[in-house]
């Protein structure tokens, strides 16, 4: 079956640390690779995605095959990075997303 | 930046009633989503629909549910007798196919009492 898991409901970390935010998925095929940013009272709205090995706001994201793994990464946090963090692969014909059950992270000072 | 625009931003409804829920897609995107969010639980697919038909539904789309898009311009979700577990946020989605990525209206918070 098509799954995709983020292990930790909430991460909470200091300003200035590292994060890193898990995401495993359980896919036949090769999916696309999103992920997915909902700040407080705002819409969801794309983080990065695997294809485009961008950095987006500090965030990288690494696809690993082997491990079937998509954590996303940043190695200082902000203040403003607080939020939920949904992990999304892409798969089937209408590019349809399947959402992890979503990480909510806290940056506190 | 165009956005996709959903209306009404919360609806109070109660059980048995039909609810239509409207969102405007951006006008050059060809697939529509529907997605709900239940209070505390992840976001779950609902339905896409392209070239005016149904592409992929989710066990959740059972009959009470249906979408259409009406005018060219909007996309409604229909649940004909609403149950008390239909209560959730409801996201539309609009994209221009292959991997672009999906944008999201602000959702519609439908209270079923």
């Known amino acids: 079956a098509q799954r995709v898991t983020q292990p930790e409901k909430l991460l909470s970390v200091f300003k200035g640390a590292p994060v890193e935010l898990k995401c495993n998925y359980s896919?036949?095929?090769?999916?696309?690779l999103f992920w997915y940013v909902q700040y407080s009272r705002q819409r969801l709205q794309l983080l990065l995605r695997?294809?485009s090995r961008e950095s987006i706001k500090g965030f990288t994201a690494d696809l690993n095959k082997g491990e079937t793994s998509f954590h996303l990464k940043k190695p200082f946090a902000q203040e403003e990075d607080s939020a939920m963090y949904y992990c999304?692969?892409?798969?089937?014909?209408?590019?349809?997303?399947?959402f992890g059950t979503g990480t909510r992270l806290q940056v506190t000072l | 930046e165009p956005e996709v625009t959903q209306t009404p931003s919360h609806q109070v409804t109660q059980m048995g009633q039909e609810v239509i829920l409207r969102c405007v897609p951006i006008?050059?995107?060809?697939?529509f989503y529907w997605y709900r969010q239940i209070l505390g639980q992840k976001v779950e697919f609902l339905v896409s629909f392209y070239n005016n038909e149904i592409s992929e539904k989710s066990e959740i789309f059972d009959d009470q549910f249906s979408v259409e898009r009406p005018d060219g311009s909007n996309f409604t979700l229909k649940i004909r007798s609403t149950k008390l577990e239909d209560s959730a946020m409801y996201f539309c989605?609009?994209?221009?196919?292959?991997?672009?990525?999906?944008?999201f209206g602000n959702g519609t918070r439908l209270t079923v009492t």
């Open positions: 896919y036949s095929g090769s999916p696309e």
């Open positions: 006008s050059n995107h060809l697939y």
């Open positions: 989605a609009s994209s221009t196919g292959g991997d672009s990525p999906l944008h």
């Open positions: 999304a692969p892409e798969a089937g014909t209408a590019s349809k997303l399947t």
């Open positions: 695997h294809i």
